[in-house]
C-alpha cells in the first residue's frame, strides 16, 4: 500500500487582490514503494505539493489518492518530516516516537515496544531518554523519522529533511535513509532543492518548472544503489538536471 495518484492538481492562493498559482495541472502516479524525489526553483511549489499531499492543505482543483482514496485531510498513514526540527522539545526520544501511538490510545507497554524498534531501526537505541536538545541535527532528524515510521505510514513525506545539515551529516543520512527504506519499503516523497541528493536516492526525479510549478520532466533512474557520486553518468544526470531546472528559471 502506498500508491499515490496526483491527477489535475493546481494551487493558488489568495494574496490581498490577486490570486498567486504556485501549481498548474500536476499528474503523476508515484508507485507503492517507490522513492520518488522533486526538485525545482526555490518557490516553485514543492512544500505546497507535499502539505496538499499530507492534507495541510487543499487543491484548488484537481485530487489526490492515496491507495485509491481522496485525501481530504492530515492522517498518520502521510508521515511528514520536516527541515526545520519539529520534535517535542519538553518529551523524551521514545516519547516523541511514540506519540502518534499515544494519540491512538495505545497502551504503555506497546508504546514503548514500538518506539524501540524504531529506535533501533535509526540507530538511536541508547538515546531513548535524551531530550531533543541533547541530540545532533543528524540524531533529530532520525528521531523524526522515527516518529513518522512508528504510525505505520504508508508513505513517507519529507521537505528537505537535511536541508539543515552539515554536508557529511547529510551524506550519512541519505545513506541512512536508503537503508531504512529497503528495510520497511515506504513510498518516499522527498523534496529537495539538492540534485545531487535526488540523484543519489531517487528512483524517479520530477523536476518542477519555475512557479507556477509544472512537471518539466519526469527521469527514471534504474541504477543500483548505493550510487557512486563519482561516476561519470552521475555527472551527467546531474547537469542535466541543473540544465533543466536552471531554463525552467530563466523562462519565468
Ligand atoms: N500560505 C500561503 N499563502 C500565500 N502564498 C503561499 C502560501 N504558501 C506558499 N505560497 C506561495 O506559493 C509559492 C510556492 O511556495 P512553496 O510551496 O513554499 O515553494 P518551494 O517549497 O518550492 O520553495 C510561493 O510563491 C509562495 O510564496
Ligand atoms: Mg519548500
Redo the contacts with the bound molecule.
Keep these: 500500500m502506498g500508491r499515490v495518484i496526483i491527477n489535475s492538481l493546481s494551487k493558488s492562493?489568495a494574496?490581498e487582490n490577486e490570486s498567486?498559482t504556485?501549481l498548474r495541472d500536476i499528474n503523476l502516479e508515484i508507485r507503492d514503494d517507490e522513492f520518488v524525489c522533486f526538485v525545482?526553483p526555490?518557490?516553485?511549489?514543492?512544500?505546497?505539493l507535499l502539505r496538499i499531499i499530507a492534507g495541510l492543505e487543499t487543491a484548488t482543483a484537481g485530487s489526490v489518492t492515496l491507495d485509491g482514496e481522496a485525501i481530504t485531510g492530515p492522517d498518520p498513514k502521510r508521515g511528514m518530516v520536516f527541515q526545520e526540527y519539529s520534535l517535542f522539545p519538553w518529551r523524551t526520544v521514545t516519547e516523541n516516537i511514540a506519540f502518534g501511538l499515544e494519540m491512538k490510545g495505545a497502551p504503555k507497554s506497546e508504546r514503548s515496544r514500538t518506539a524501540r524498534e524504531y529506535l533501533d531501526l535509526v540507530g538511536l537505541a541508547q538515546f531513548a531518554d535524551h531530550y531533543p536538545y541533547e541530540l545532533s541535527g543528524g540524531m533529530r532528524q532520525r528521531v523524526a523519522i522515527a516518529r513518522a515510521l512508528a504510525n505505520d505510514p504508508d508513505v513517507l513525506l519529507m521537505d528537505e529533511p537535511f536541508g539543515a545539515l552539515d554536508a557529511q551529516t547529510r551524506n550519512r543520512m541519505q545513506k541512512e535513509l536508503l537503508s531504512i527504506w529497503e528495510k520497511t519499503r515506504k513510498t518516499i516523497v522527498f523534496v529537495t532543492h539538492s540534485v545531487d541528493e535526488a540523484v543519489y536516492l531517487a528512483d524517479r526525479i520530477v523536476v518542477l518548472s519555475g512557479?507556477p510549478g509544472t512537471v518539466r520532466e519526469v527521469l527514471d533512474l534504474p541504477w543500483a544503489r548505493p550510487r557512486d557520486r563519482t561516476s561519470t553518468e552521475f555527472a551527467d544526470i546531474r547537469r542535466y538536471v541543473l540544465q533543466l531546472i536552471n531554463e525552467g528559471e530563466q523562462t519565468q
Excluded at 526555490?42 to 505546497?48: D, E
Design positions: 492562493f494574496k498567486i504556485a525545482g526555490s518557490g516553485c511549489g514543492k512544500t505546497t512557479r
